[in-house]
Each structure stands twice: as structure tokens, then as C-alpha cells.
């Protein structure tokens, strides 16, 4: 019987892992630069993290992979993380909540049921979460770090989408809905269903040149910030501090030359987001995505405290780099041949080698010397003979600081 994977699942060879890390390097440099500091969550968590009001949408809740922890301490029903957000709040709440800034990034990986099989039910992002800071000075911080990554890989013709959840939310209430269907239809347009509000109008047809307006909402600052404040002025004006909002981040996005949109209906996301949500797409591929937060911390038990966060799609982007032209220079690479008796030397010969800041292997039967820069053979006369590859030359050395030497050279 042939060996399979598990639908849904990939490996990553050797060519991906190169990849792979680039972009974990580019992304942790760049969230250091900005005083970010790195942490890791467990990959298990309690279910109940994630069921709470204010967490996830029950169609994204509908796709985790939940067990019985019968072995445990709890008893508890436990998830595969589905998300990275929910799991840094928790770690602020149990171990950070006297911090008045906390200023995080992290690595993970996390899961999501796929019924086909065909896409990943593994995947691995990068996040930064900003808590303890207002908007719009941390919105714009967090879209800044993630536009840096990317320009750090060398990816361009990004296009953000920009939203805003409190928006969102202030024309359902005005709308006359209750509280259940309001978080129902809210969930609706996160998970995707551009066409609910729409639906609405035929319910409410004395707002339906104001719900009309707000679908067809798109463009830049520039061209309908003051259509937004007319539109919204007499009618909903609980909804100017999220216009104000929402445009400040854009104007700021358009000063710095970046292609972006408003786009009030492509809002999805997470139930969590109460303020600004942006979407990075190259081309019609998601990515990254992110937003504001504010009350999910206090939701889940801590304090209240303003925050905001995104994440990078880290299998997507490894079909978008080229890691040869980001890859650093690296030193040369050695082969390091000993005839049977002289085993040790060829290991104490590679380990002087690493040392000295090359990459050094030995021997081990399969290796081609067409894959190294240089080759070290270990003879009785002469001790060892260095052959540059390149060049097709062969130099003697009697030492192995001899040889250091004429490699420097």
C-alpha cells in the first residue's frame, strides 16, 4: 500500500524551507526594528477561547478540529488553534496584563477543517499584535510593518482593501434588528456574503438610498470623503467618528503612495474587529489581513484595552518571492574527502572549518563534487590538497591553519 498524506495537508522540501525562512527572517527583522517582541502560544487551546461572544464567526467555528482532552488535567474540550489573535490575548491576560503597551509578534501555524481536501487545513502565518494603543496612530503602525515585509521580500503591486467594522455594526443597529440578528447578519457579511446587506433593503425601504450608498462605497479619500459626511451627517450620525477614522488611515496609506481602496462591504474577517479592517491582495490572492480589536480582550476576562493586529499568508507569499534574489551571500561551500584511517581528521578538518565561517561537510559516499565550491582531500603526501572548482586549480597544504590560509586567499 502507497504512503499517503493526509488531505489537506503539504510537506515542505528542502527548495520551500529556503523559502520559508526568508520570509520568517524578513518578517522578524522587521517587527524587531519596530519594537516588536517575539512569543510562542501552544498549539492546543481550551474550545471555550473560541466560543465565546466576540470571537470567531460560527461558520469559521463550524471548521475547527476539537477533541476531548480525556487524558488531560481538564477534561476539557481542547482545538487545534484556529486563529493566532485569540491565543495572544489569552497569553496577555494570564501573563501581561500590567504592561501598558504590549508589542508582540509570532510565528504559528494553524488549522482550519476543509471538507475537499484540496486546500490546506494546515497553515502558517506571520502576526503582529499592537495592545494598549489607540487608533489611528497603532492602525497605521501595523499597516506600515506589514507593507515594510513585503517591500523587504520584494513583492509588488500590493492593493489594500479597506473597512471598518464599527461602520458596519452602526448601520445594523440603526436598522431596527435585535441584538441576535444584528450579530447574525454581521457574521454573514464577515464570512463573505457580500449580497446581506443588500437583502436588507427590501425590508427597509426608507433607508435604501443610504444602504445602497454604502455598498457601492469605493474609491479614495479624495473622491467621496465628503459624500461619506453628507450621507451620514443627518442620518447616521453615530457613524462620523468611524468615517473619521477610517479616512485618516487613508489619507495617510495615499500620502505614502500606496495603492489601496475603501471598500465599506468587503469587510471579512474575524467577529473580534470593531474598528478599521484591511485586506492585502496581490492580484485577486489574499495575503494578509488584519484589524482592530478593542473589545475582545475584555470579552475573554482582561481589561479594557484597545487593540489591533494583522497577519501574512506565509504559503502564499513562498509562491511569490524569488529567494535568489533575497538570499544573503553565503560563504563557500567544502567538501571534505578522508580516506578510511583518517576519519577524525576529516571531522576535526569540518569543524575547523565552521569555525573559520564556511560550510563544510564530509564525504559520506553520495555527495557530487559538482555541488561544492571547493574540495579538501585527506592524503599522506601531501597532507591535504584544496581544489577550487571554479577555477580548476589544486594547492597543497601540510596544516589545517595552512589551509585556512590559502582559502582566505
Not at 457613524?239 to 475603501?262: R, S, V, W
Not at 601531501?382 to 597543497?396: E, I, N, S
Request: with cysteine; hydrophobic share 40%.
Amino acid at each position: 500500500m502507497k504512503i499517503q498524506r493526509s488531505k489537506g495537508t503539504r510537506d515542505l522540501s528542502p527548495q520551500d524551507m529556503v523559502s520559508f525562512r526568508l520570509i520568517e527572517s524578513a518578517f522578524r527583522e522587521c517587527c524587531q526594528k519596530w519594537g516588536y517582541q517575539e512569543v510562542k502560544t501552544p498549539t492546543l487551546e481550551y474550545l471555550h477561547l473560541f466560543t465565546a461572544t466576540g470571537t470567531l464567526t460560527p461558520s469559521m467555528l463550524s471548521k475547527v478540529y476539537s477533541f476531548l482532552d480525556w487524558d488531560g488535567w481538564s477534561g476539557e474540550r481542547v482545538v487545534l488553534r484556529p486563529d493566532g489573535t485569540i491565543p495572544i490575548s489569552r497569553l496577555y491576560i494570564d501573563s501581561m496584563a500590567k504592561e501598558k503597551l504590549a508589542k508582540l509578534f509570532y510565528v504559528a501555524n494553524i488549522f482550519m477543517f476543509e471538507t475537499t481536501g484540496k486546500k490546506s487545513r494546515e497553515r502558517w502565518q506571520c502576526g503582529a499584535e499592537l495592545i494598549g494603543a489607540r487608533p489611528p496612530l497603532a492602525d497605521i503602525e501595523l499597516v506600515t510593518l506589514a507593507l515594510e515585509v513585503l517591500r523587504e521580500l520584494k513583492i509588488e503591486g500590493i492593493e489594500l482593501r479597506v473597512s471598518h467594522a464599527g461602520l458596519i455594526k452602526a448601520l445594523l443597529a440603526r436598522l431596527g434588528l435585535s441584538a441576535e440578528e444584528q450579530t447574525r447578519m454581521f457574521d454573514q457579511i464577515l464570512d463573505g456574503d457580500m449580497k446581506a446587506l443588500d437583502k436588507l433593503k427590501l425590508k427597509r425601504p426608507e433607508l435604501e438610498k443610504t444602504i445602497g450608498s454604502l455598498l457601492e462605497l469605493k474609491g479614495k479619500p479624495s473622491g467621496f470623503s465628503q459624500e461619506l459626511k453628507e450621507l451620514f451627517s443627518e442620518e447616521l450620525p453615530e457613524c462620523k467618528p468611524y468615517i473619521d477614522n477610517c479616512t485618516k488611515i487613508a489619507e495617510f496609506l495615499e500620502a505614502m503612495g500606496c495603492d489601496y481602496q475603501i471598500d465599506i462591504a468587503s469587510g471579512r474577517g474575524f467577529e473580534y474587529y470593531t474598528g478599521v479592517i484591511f485586506q492585502i491582495f496581490k492580484g485577486e490572492e489574499k495575503i494578509g489581513g488584519g484589524g482592530r480589536y478593542d473589545a475582545l480582550i475584555p470579552s475573554m476576562g482582561g481589561r479594557d484595552v484597545p487593540a489591533s493586529g494583522f497577519a501574512l499568508y506565509l504559503e502564499r507569499l513562498m509562491a511569490l518571492i524569488k529567494p535568489k534574489a533575497l538570499a544573503e551571500p553565503q560563504p563557500p561551500r567544502i567538501l571534505v574527502r578522508a580516506d578510511g584511517g583518517k576519519i577524525r581528521e576529516g571531522f576535526d578538518i569540518a569543524n575547523r572549518l565552521h569555525k573559520a565561517g564556511y560550510r563544510a561537510e564530509c564525504y559520506l559516499g553520495a555527495q557530487r563534487d559538482a555541488d561544492f565550491d571547493w574540495t579538501v582531500d585527506i592524503k599522506d603526501k601531501p597532507k591535504l590538497t584544496l581544489t577550487d572548482r571554479a577555477k580548476k586549480q589544486k594547492v597543497t597544504a601540510q596544516t589545517v591553519d595552512e589551509l585556512l590560509s590559502l582559502l582566505r586567499k
